[in-house]
């Protein structure tokens, strides 16, 4: 599956923005996504993840209370919307599939492995999220 993120650009401080990952050459069905972000000379963040089989939805403490992720089945798109944005949101931003039922396993264990880069086998190509006045 090819994913493609989009949506991201310049929006002041307390702004918000719609982050979509679209696929292709697949259903998102089979799979769990997440979004990352990152800014020069860190490590890429988990942001947020959403699973298929069961609709759960995981934020980081950053994105909790101002994030919201979603899935549209019929458009095998998934969005991040971000709200009361701030600068330290400036980053860019990946959108990334991995396989749902392994991902789902292990978090009814209670292992959060949904913020794990290496929990995920695909990746979008990413897109800038700047917030600055």
């Known amino acids: 599956v090819q994913l493609q993120a989009s949506g991201g650009g310049l929006v002041q401080p307390g702004g918000s923005l719609r982050l979509s990952c679209a696929a292709s050459?697949?259903?998102?069905?089979?799979?769990?996504i997440g979004w990352f972000r990152q800014v020069p000379g860190k490590a890429r963040e988990g942001v947020s993840c959403?699973?298929?089989?069961?609709?759960?939805?995981y934020y980081s403490e950053a994105a909790k209370g101002r994030f919201t992720i979603s899935r549209d089945a019929a458009k095998n798109t998934v969005y991040l919307q971000m709200n009361s944005l701030q600068p330290e949101d400036t980053a860019v931003y990946y959108c990334?599939?991995?396989?749902?039922?392994?991902?789902?396993?292990?978090?009814?264990?209670?292992?959060?492995?949904?913020?794990?880069?290496?929990?995920?086998?695909?990746w979008g190509q990413g897109t800038q999220v700047t917030v600055s006045s």
């Open positions: 990334a599939a991995g396989d749902d039922y392994t991902m789902t396993t292990a978090l009814g264990m209670g292992v959060m492995v949904w913020s794990r880069e290496r929990a995920y086998d695909y």
């Open positions: 050459g697949g259903t998102l069905d089979r799979y769990a």
């Open positions: 959403i699973t298929s089989s069961d609709g759960r939805t």
